[in-house]
Structures are given as structure tokens and as C-alpha cells.
T-cell receptor
Framework: KNQVEQSPQSLIILEGKNCTLQ??????????LRWYKQDTGRGPVSLTI?????NTKSNGRYTATLDADTKQSSLHITASQLSDSASYIC?????????????FGKGTKLSVKP | DADVTQTPRNRITKTGKRIMLECSQT?????MYWYRQDPGLGLRLIYY???????NKGEISDGYSVSRQAQAKFSLSLESAIPNQTALYFC???????????FGQGTRLTVV
């Protein structure tokens, strides 16, 4: 069964600190993996996309990694800011299937405290 | 203006009532999706449509129906609302295989 598992479920860090969020998936065949940021009460917004051949991609203070062999991805946030408080959702796209091709993780809720 | 617009943003309805949630998009995308989000469960797919003549059930379609009135419009209906359909509903669009999904702002539905 195609699944996406994220850890931790929630995380509290102090402003200015770094953190890393994890995503493990069993989706096959794999197309791409995206990390989305979802502010409370709003729709998710894409941060990064990783394809099979990519290992690392950065978007400002966000850096995503992908290990296609172990089917793991991580999202590293550097020098966290209060505005980083949100849920971060790992979404894997596959070819075909009955889920419209998008398989969602349950998200990691990040709280950045001053 | 938002690229993906959902109406209403908030709605409280009574058990047994019929309710329609509407979604319109200005991105010109063929693919549209309806999801519901519950605390601790993440986003779950209700229905999706890859073009005007295509409607597909997602993993939790029971109790819901959809209508793709045009490329830009995709509506979700609850024929007879029940309390466990209380959730945050999202509409999304994408341009095709491998493309980014763009989400609306969500509709918070409460069934009492």
C-alpha cells in the first residue's frame, strides 16, 4: 500500500534554532516528492519539489533532501523564525493509482517559540 | 484574487441538510481535487477530476458527490450532512502529471 509517514508529529523549538523533519514513503512507482507548508486555517503551499535524480534542493532557509534508495526525505529549516510555525506536509506523487496520484503524510506541526 | 477560490469559507449546517461547497480556479488547470482534513489524519482525497468529463472517487467518497460544471468549477455536495462530516475541506488544482497542486483557502464545515 502506498503510504507516507512523517516524524515527529510535533516539534517545539526556539527562534533561531535549526530543525529537521523526516518523511519515509512506500509509494511506487515514484514520480516526485514535495514538501508543503500549511499555516493554521489555510491551504498548503509548496516549498520544494524533489524528483528521483535530485538529492538536495534549497529554497531560502529550507533545504530538502531525498534518498530514493531508502525512500526517505528530510526538510531542514535553518535559523528558524516565528513565521515558520506551521504544519509541514510531505506529499509523494506516483503514477496511476486510485488517489489521484498524490499521497499525503499526516504532517509535522512545528511551533517556534521566542 | 486567489487562484483557487472556495465558497463558503465557513458554514454551520444541521444534520440531514444538503449542502454544496464550491470551488473555482483561474489557473487554467484540467485537474481538480476535493480533500478533507481532520486533526491527526492529514488530507484525505474525496473525489478528483482530470477533465470536465472525468470524475473519480477517492478514498473517502461515501456520503459525498461532485459536479464538474466547467474546467474552472468543481463542486462538492453532501446530500444529507452528518456530524462526522465536520471537517476542513480543501479544493486543489494541478496542471498534470508531476505538477504542483495549488490549494484553496479551505472551507470549515460544522454539522450539528
Amino acid at each position: 500500500k502506498n503510504q507516507v509517514e512523517q516524524s515527529p508529529q510535533s516539534l517545539i523549538i526556539l527562534e533561531g534554532k535549526n530543525c529537521t523533519l523526516q518523511c519515509n514513503y512506500t509509494v511506487s512507482p515514484f514520480s516526485n516528492l514535495r514538501w508543503y507548508k500549511q499555516d493554521t486555517g489555510r491551504g498548503p503551499v509548496s516549498l520544494t519539489i524533489m524528483t528521483f535524480s535530485e538529492n538536495t534542493k534549497s529554497n531560502g532557509r529550507y533545504t530538502a533532501t531525498l534518498d530514493a534508495d531508502t525512500k526517505q526525505s528530510s526538510l531542514h529549516i535553518t535559523a528558524s523564525q516565528l513565521s515558520d510555525s506551521a504544519s509541514y506536509i510531505c506529499v509523494v506523487r506516483n503514477y496511476g493509482g486510485s488517489q489521484g496520484n498524490l499521497i499525503f503524510g499526516k504532517g509535522t506541526k512545528l511551533s517556534v517559540k521566542p | 484574487d486567489a487562484d483557487v477560490t472556495q465558497t463558503p469559507r465557513n458554514r454551520i449546517t444541521k444534520t440531514g441538510k444538503r449542502i454544496m461547497l464550491e470551488c473555482s480556479q483561474t489557473k487554467g488547470h484540467d485537474r481538480m481535487y476535493w480533500y478533507r482534513q481532520d486533526p491527526g489524519l492529514g488530507l484525505r482525497l474525496i473525489y478528483y477530476s482530470f477533465d470536465v468529463k472525468d470524475i473519480n472517487k477517492g478514498e473517502i467518497s461515501d456520503g459525498y458527490s461532485v459536479s464538474r460544471q466547467a474546467q474552472a468549477k468543481f463542486s462538492l455536495s453532501l446530500e444529507s450532512a452528518i456530524p462526522n462530516q465536520t471537517a476542513l475541506y480543501f479544493c486543489a488544482t494541478s496542471s498534470g502529471q508531476g505538477a504542483e497542486a495549488f490549494f484553496g483557502q479551505g472551507t470549515r464545515l460544522t454539522v450539528v
